[in-house]
């Protein structure tokens, strides 16, 4: 199976400290998507690749956070000096580029849980 | 702006009868329609979907969806529900000038035996 892969699956940090997640998207998608998850709400997108360019960042993105993609291939996701409200269930999607028949179907990974104390 | 409403925050069934869960969407074009589904502690696993076409869509585990233009909908059913199908279901919308998908709140679905 070579769905999307998300290390690690949990983590558990102390407030201040940086965290660091990884997304492996499925091999011949060149668009991979990071979104987060608060508890009882749907997923919130926050940031979007089309191989190595990050092509839309959302609001919710505070300068605490950067994600990476640098060959176009797996993804990273940084949060620095973590807050209690940034715990979440972070996801990664991925999808075949535009016009390609597959449109804008995005698969999910199974996320990533972070608990921050 | 584009959104996404699921009535229903949670729903119980009996296995074996019908479902149908709610979602209403805004946007002012055709849109990309998707329902997800959710179990406790995992990502999201794609039902179905809706680009273009035939408006009656068929899905993985028996599941299909309508789209209806006149009333912004696009809800999911399913004629017999298992045991298995407790989860959270999520309805998300995406548009052709954008790549994020906006989710509704999500419906918990719980099965009785």
């Known amino acids: 199976d070579t769905g999307v892969s998300q290390n690690p699956r949990h983590k558990i940090t102390k407030r201040g400290q940086n965290v660091t997640f990884r997304c492996d998207p499925i091999?011949?998608?060149?668009?991979l998507y990071w979104y987060r998850q608060t508890l009882g709400q749907g997923p919130e997108f926050l940031t979007y690749?089309?191989?190595?360019?990050?092509?839309?960042k959302s609001r919710l993105l505070s300068d605490r956070f950067s994600a990476e993609r640098p060959k176009g291939s797996f993804s990273t996701l940084e949060i620095q000096r973590t807050e209690q409200g940034d715990s979440a269930m972070y996801l990664c999607?991925?999808?075949?580029?535009?016009?390609?028949?597959?449109?804008?179907?995005?698969?999910f990974g199974p996320g990533t849980r972070l608990l921050v104390l | 702006a584009q959104s996404v409403t699921q009535p229903d925050i949670h729903i119980t069934v009996s296995e074996g009868a019908s479902l149908e869960l709610r979602c209403n969407y805004s946007?002012?074009?055709?849109?990309?329609l998707f329902w997800y589904v959710q179990s406790p502690g995992q990502g999201l696993q794609l039902l179905l979907k809706y680009f273009s076409g035939d408006t009656l869509v068929q899905g993985i585990k028996g599941f299909e969806a309508e789209f209806k233009r006149s009333q912004s909908s696009f809800n999911l059913r399913k004629p017999s529900v298992h045991w298995s199908d407790a989860a959270e279901y999520f309805c998300a919308v995406g548009a052709f000038n954008t790549d994020k998908l906006i989710f509704g709140t999500g419906t918990r679905l719980q099965v009785f035996p």
């Open positions: 999607a991925s999808s075949f580029p535009p016009f390609s028949g597959e449109r804008e179907t995005q698969y």
């Open positions: 091999s011949e998608h060149n668009r």
């Open positions: 946007y002012g074009a055709t849109p990309y």
């Open positions: 690749f089309q191989n190595e360019a990050q092509l839309e």
